[in-house]
C-alpha cells in the first residue's frame, strides 16, 4: 500500500525502511508536519502515517479524504491529535501503536527523576569546568519515600514496578483501576486529592482526554506537598503550565522534570538553535534552576523504534488485506443525556 510519512526524521527512515523488508508498502518520507497546508502532499495516497505533534483535525481530514486517504495510521500510543468524530463521518478508519515499549518511557521518567535529585545536569557540567564544589547539588533518598502514580495503565504499571524497587510506597489514582497495581508491594489506590496530599513525587501517565486537560492546576498544586516533584511524560496538556510556573515560584513544586509540553509543536523534534524562541513561558521555565525539560524523548529507543515500525506496517497490512483492525481507535460518541433519550 502507498503509505504517505509526516514529520519523519532519519531514524523513522532508517527503522521503518528495515522493517518495510517484511511488508513490502511502499513508503514515502515527507519532512514536514501534517497539517492543512500540507495535507495536499498526500494525495492519492490510501494511507497516511503520522506522529504525536501532526494535526488531523476537520480541516486537515477533510482534504485527505476529498483526495483519497482510507487510513491514518498513527505512529504514536496517543491520538489526541486526530478528530475521531470527523474521521468516523470520513469513513477513514485510525489505528495506533497501543505499545511499543511502555519501559522506554517508564525508564525516562525514572531518569528524570534521578537526574532532577541529584542535579546530575549542574554536576556533569560543574565537573567539565574543574569546578569540585558539592554546594546546591544536595539531593534526597529516594527510598522511603511515597510516589504519586496518576494513570496505572500500561506505562503507569512498569514505572510503579521499578519504583517499588528502589523501596518507595506507591499512591495510585486512576479512572479505571487496575487490579494488577494493589498487587505491587506497599502500592495502593486513593483518591486523587489523598494521592496530590501525600506524594513526595508525582508521575503522569494518564492519557490526555477532556477530563484530564490541565488536570494540573492551580487547585490541584494548592493541594500537594510543599517541595514535591512532578514528573510529565505523558501529554503537555495535563499541566497547566502557567499555573506550574506559579507553583514553582512559591516553592509548593521544588522539581520539575518534562519530556512533553503543551505548546511542544511549535518547537520539540526541530533544531532551533540559532531562532530567538518566541515562546516567553517555555524560556521562563527552562530559567529554573529546579527544572529539567527534555524534548519528548522518553519513546526513543532502539526496541520502541523498531516495534513502533513493526506495529505501524502491521497495521497497515491488516487495513489493506481487509483484516479486522486489531489497533483501531474508533470514535466513540458520548453517551446520550436523559433529555436526549
Ligand atoms: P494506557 O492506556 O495503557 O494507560 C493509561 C491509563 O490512564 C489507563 O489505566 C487509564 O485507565 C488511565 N486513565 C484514563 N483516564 C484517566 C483519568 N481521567 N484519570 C486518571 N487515569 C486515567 O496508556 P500508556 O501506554 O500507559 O500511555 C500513557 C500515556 O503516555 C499515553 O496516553 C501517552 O500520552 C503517553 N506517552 C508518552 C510517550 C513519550 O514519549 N513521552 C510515549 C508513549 C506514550
Known amino acids: 500500500m502507498k503509505v504517505a510519512f509526516f514529520s519523519t526524521k532519519s531514524y523513522d527512515r532508517q527503522s521503518f525502511e528495515e522493517v518495510n523488508v517484511n511488508y513490502n508498502h511502499e513508503l514515502t518520507f ?9 495535507a495536499v502532499l498526500a494525495a492519492e495516497f490510501p494511507a497516511v502515517c503520522m506522529f504525536v505533534n501532526d494535526i488531523a483535525d476537520a480541516a486537515t481530514l477533510d482534504i485527505l479524504a476529498s483526495q483519497g486517504t482510507h487510513l491514518i495510521a498513527l505512529r504514536s500510543a496517543g491520538f489526541n491529535t486526530v478528530d475521531l468524530e470527523r474521521a468516523s463521518e470520513l ?11 511502555p519501559y522506554a518511557v517508564a525508564e525516562h521518567a525514572l531518569a528524570l527523576i534521578l537526574a532532577l ?59 479505571y483501576p487496575n487490579p494488577q497495581f494493589e498487587a505491587i508491594a506497599n502500592a495502593r489506590y486513593v483518591p486523587l486529592s489523598e494521592l496530590l496530599a501525600n506524594s513526595d513525587i508525582i508521575s503522569l501517565h494518564c492519557p490526555l ?88 524523548q522518553a519513546f526513543f529507543t532502539r526496541d520502541a523504534l523498531e516495534n513502533i515500525a513493526t506495529t505501524t506496517l502491521s497495521n497497515i497490512t491488516e487495513f489493506e488485506q481487509g483484516q479486522p483492525l486489531k489497533n483501531e481507535v474508533a470514535y466513540q460518541a458520548p453517551a446520550p443525556t436523559k433529555a436526549g433519550v
Open 91 to 101: 469513513g477513514i478508519k485510525v489505528v495506533r501503536v497501543p505499545a511499543y515499549s
Open 117 to 175: 535529585n541529584r542535579k546530575l545536569y549542574r554536576a556533569y557540567n560543574r565537573v567539565r569546568d574543574d569546578n569540585f564544589s558539592l554546594e546546591g547539588l544536595l539531593g534526597f533518598d529516594l527510598h522511603g519515600c511515597t510516589v504519586g502514580v496518576v494513570g496505572t495503565g500500561k506505562i503507569g504499571m512498569v514505572f510503579a514496578q521499578i519504583i517499588q524497587g528502589l523501596g518507595c510506597s506507591l499512591l495510585g489514582y486512576d479512572a
Open 209 to 296: 482526554l477532556s477530563e484530564t486537560h490541565h488536570l494540573i492546576n492551580a487547585e490541584t498544586i494548592a493541594q500537594m506537598k510543599p517541595g514535591m516533584m512532578l514528573i510529565n511524560t505523558s501529554r503537555g496538556g495535563l499541566i497547566d503550565t502557567l499555573a506550574v510556573i506559579q507553583g514553582i515560584k512559591s516553592g509548593k513544586i521544588g522539581y520539575l522534570g518534562i519530556d512533553v509540553y503543551e505548546q511542544e509543536d511549535e518547537l520539540f523534534f526541530q533544531d532551533l538553535s540559532d531562532t530567538v524562541i518566541q515562546d516567553d513561558t517555555f524560556q521562563l521555565l527552562q530559567s529554573f534552576p529546579n527544572v529539567m525539560i527534555t524534548a519528548h
Open 30 to 38: 515527507f519532512d514536514v508536519q501534517l497539517n492543512a497546508k500540507t
